[in-house]
């Protein structure tokens, strides 16, 4: 079983920046991939970006998101960080953090933290 810890968001003004983190533990050896996922109020969960145990990164946000969010990971920490610049109001969604097996729909076989809020307005 793997645990994680989300924490890093808030509320900011459309054009700040946050900078969200997500700590692992438990067996995360068996991990292949970790990534950020969001979900507002109404909508389904979306990807944000997620990296492979081989260190390549995958962002899923299109031009929603493109330039604007950068996926980094500390292994020796089993840290995982979103670094959000220039936040606009359609970015406000609950933000969790994931872990999965390759082969595993992240959406559905995925271990979850808590999330954590952010809102832009």
């Known amino acids: 079983h793997v645990q994680l810890v989300e924490s890093g968001g808030g509320s900011v003004q459309p054009g700040g920046s946050l900078r969200l983190s997500c700590v692992a533990s438990?067996?995360?050896?068996?991990?292949?991939?970790m990534g950020w996922f969001r979900q507002a109020p109404g909508k389904e969960r979306e990807g944000v970006a997620a990296i492979a145990s081989g260190g390549l990164i995958t962002y899923y946000g299109g031009d929603s998101m493109k330039g604007r969010f950068t996926l980094s990971q500390d292994t020796a920490k089993k840290e995982l960080y979103l670094q959000m610049e220039s936040l606009k109001p359609e970015d406000t969604a609950m933000y969790y953090c994931?872990?999965?097996?390759?082969?595993?729909?992240?959406?559905?076989?995925?271990?979850w933290g808590q999330g954590t809020q952010v809102t832009v307005s």
């Open positions: 994931g872990s999965w097996r390759r082969g595993m729909n992240p959406f559905s076989d995925a271990y």
């Open positions: 438990g067996s995360t050896g068996r991990i292949n991939y």
